[in-house]
């Protein structure tokens, strides 16, 4: 398989202090694959990298089958070419319905004059049907997202990313406050679009990993300390001593 | 497939109903249409009131739903009422000279007539000459062009400067304030070619219609506003009512995640600014011909600040609400500033409104912002879903 998403050499550090230090490693064309690591190993700070939010001081990120780096694109041109991000605490509009946020989500022309001539189509509509049973949100459509649960706005979160239709899903902790039931579901929602795209999911729960069954990535003080399945990584003298051990 | 516009917001229709109304009913009751009840300076009023609130609608969508307080609208407002003041003001001394010419011996030339007209609206600052900014004052058409132009790209540039480096919060608001201030105080000097802080006068004289009364004009006027008023509120309901809205209310409520979905935030941001700016110039064209003058201290800082007030007392996120701020605030600032308040005797101590009004102002900002945040709008939308 060809890589979707290389990083390779780079470096952030926050005044002086190193939050990310010659990380390396590549995301394959549709994998899965889980980033585990100790609070403030830079799990976040990746993905902001990723999607355009930090700016490295040094390094690569290179995307896709051309080869075109991300560190000259904004935010939103990293979105349209492909990255779709989940953030850590689940920010969906709160103010607006479960359908409108997923609306804006749907991959369609950005430019505002063609958002203003926007006409919502037949194809539209039933996309966002599926999406809404996808995520089990067919009868929340009109609420608004603001009054929905914890867990639920996570999902409407992730809906909202696979609306985008990205090759590249980035997801932050998307299990973090929910109950069982709610990890499974989010577990066979991620299952499911790995099916048809790279997902990267960060998470501390290792149940939550191992249900997801992937190659697993430990990160520590901002470089990769093992890589491998989680039964490999988690014999890991080094993991278990940072992470697993304490 | 999709409810049509107007199925989608029902305030429109009921808005433009009352608009209608309203100014029939002023119409009939006014001293220009045999009325007697309503007089022509009252008419005036209420016309400069409907401008009021275009340019609070404008405020609505700059600030209530794309997030940007901008504290510089007033100025574009103003700036829309220079250029067509221009045009009136030409245009009627043109007709004043050419009249007393026309009793002279020897017919005058083009440049005499010129230069008497040059004389006329630039003697208050010292000077005959016409400023390179007057070089089209002659013609109706350009200056309307100018109405939307000028402001408009006076916006089109601050925005995508200060939007492109991400200024944003309070740091936009100063820098709006900053452009407010500068310009003013560019107008207040004699030689920016606006006749200093003489500003522009007689605009209530249109020129062509001399024959027609003031109370006769003055309910023309009131018609074109509240057409104005009329086709901004279809204009900016329409605007938010779709995809454009939800982009632009998320990115009120949080830019970054916007961006993230791949939509060009400051592409919007400087839409929604530019737009607004130029129906607030729109506004102030037909305003200031109401009002018969503008000067420089009619765009000082202080009322773009006003209109932020007025706005968030009648409830910003909605547009009918800055309809309601506009006209409540403005009018009952009219009654009180105008002295026709009575006053209040304490026995030691006399409260007097014009001294008071903006204390009470005031205090209401305060009382609303922590209180009713959602503002006399809000207040509505409670009564009407229950
Ligand atoms: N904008 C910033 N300014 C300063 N320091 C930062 C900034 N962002 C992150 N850091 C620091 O960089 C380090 C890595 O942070 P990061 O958020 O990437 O950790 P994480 O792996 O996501 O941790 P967690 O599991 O707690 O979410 C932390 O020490 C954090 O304090
Ligand atoms: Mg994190």
Redesign the interface.
């Known amino acids: 398989m060809s890589s979707l998403l290389e990083v390779s050499g780079v470096f952030v550090s926050f005044d002086g202090f190193k939050a990310i230090n010659n990380l390396s490693f590549s995301i394959d064309t549709g994998e899965m694959r889980a980033i585990i690591g100790p609070n403030g190993a830079g799990k976040t700070t990746f993905m902001d990298i990723v999607?355009g939010?930090t700016r490295p001081d040094e390094g690569k990120v290179v995307w896709g089958s051309d080869n075109v780096s991300l560190l000259k694109m904004?935010?939103?041109q990293i979105?349209?070419a492909g990255v779709?991000?989940k953030?850590q605490r689940p920010?969906v509009?709160?103010?607006?319905s479960v359908r409108?946020n997923l609306?804006?989500?749907l991959r369609n022309k950005?430019?505002?004059f063609s958002?203003?001539m926007?006409?919502?189509?037949?194809q539209d509509?039933a996309r966002i049907d599926d999406l809404a049973e996808e995520i089990g949100l067919t009868a929340d459509l009109k609420r608004r997202s603001g009054d929905l649960s914890h867990g639920q706005k996570q999902w409407l979160e992730i809906g909202?990313l696979l609306a985008?239709d990205p090759q590249l899903l980035l997801i932050d902790e998307p299990a973090a406050g929910m109950t069982v039931a709610e990890r499974d579901h989010t577990t066979e929602i991620l299952k499911q679009a790995a099916k048809t795209r790279a997902v990267v999911v960060v998470e501390h729960d290792m149940d939550f990993v191992r249900k997801l069954d992937c190659k697993v990535t430990v990160l520590h003080e901002g470089s990769v300390l093992a890589e491998g399945s989680l039964d490999h990584v988690t014999q890991n003298q080094d993991v278990i001593d940072v992470y697993l051990g304490r | 497939?999709?409810r049509s516009f107007f199925a989608r917001s029902p305030s429109v229709l009921i808005f433009i109903s009352m608009l209608a109304l309203f100014t029939l009913l002023v119409t009939v009751l006014s001293e220009g249409m045999g009325g007697e009840v309503i007089s022509t300076s009252m008419v005036k009023t209420l016309g400069k009131t409907l401008c009021l609130c275009l340019v609070a609608i404008a405020m609505d969508l700059v600030w209530g739903y794309c997030g940007i307080l901008s504290l510089g609208h007033f100025a574009f407002f103003g700036l829309g009422g220079y250029m067509i003041g221009m045009w009136l003001m030409y245009a009627r001394t043109e007709i004043i000279v050419a009249a007393s010419l026309a009793n002279t011996e020897l017919p005058p030339t083009p440049q005499e007539i010129k230069d008497a007209i040059g004389t006329q609206i630039f003697g208050v600052v010292g000077g005959s000459d016409f400023p390179m900014i007057w070089a089209f004052a002659d013609s109706l058409a350009l200056q309307l062009l100018f109405v939307v132009a000028v402001p408009g790209l006076l916006a089109l540039i601050f925005g995508w400067l200060a939007f492109r480096s991400r200024v944003t919060g309070v740091y936009l608001s100063i820098l709006t304030q900053a452009m407010t201030l500068a310009l003013a105080l560019h107008l207040f000097q004699n030689d920016s070619g606006l006749r200093g802080n003489n500003g522009l006068s007689g605009l209530q004289n249109i020129p062509g219609a001399q024959d027609i009364p003031q109370s006769v004009l003055s309910v023309w006027f009131l018609w074109a506003s509240a057409f104005a008023l009329g086709l901004g509120y279809i204009l900016s309901a329409w605007?938010v009512s779709?995809?454009?809205g939800?982009?632009v209310?998320?990115i009120r409520?949080?830019e970054?995640?916007?961006?993230?979905?791949?939509?060009?935030?400051e592409?919007?941001k400087l839409?929604v600014f530019t737009l607004t700016a130029v129906i607030a110039a729109i506004a102030g064209a037909l305003y200031y011909p109401q009002a018969g003058i503008i000067n420089p201290a009619e765009i000082a800082p202080i009322a773009s600040i006003y209109l932020a007030v007025w706005v968030a007392i009648g409830g910003r996120g909605r547009i009918y609400g800055a309809v309601i701020g506009a006209a409540f605030v403005s009018l009952l600032s009219t009654w009180f500033t105008g002295g026709q308040a009575p006053n209040i005797d304490l026995g030691f101590y006399e409260v007097r409104w014009t001294d008071w009004w903006l204390v009470l102002l005031g205090l209401s900002f305060v009382v609303v912002t922590l209180l009713a945040p959602k503002g006399i709008g809000g207040m509505f939308d409670r009564l009407v879903r229950k």
């Open positions: 999607t939010k904004s935010e939103s979105a349209r779709g991000r953030f920010t509009f709160e103010d607006q409108e609306a804006m989500a950005r430019s505002p958002v203003l926007y006409r919502k189509t037949h509509a909202m985008q | 497939m999709e605007v779709g995809k454009f939800s982009v209310r998320g409520d949080d970054a995640r916007v961006r993230f979905l791949g939509y060009h935030v592409s919007y839409v």
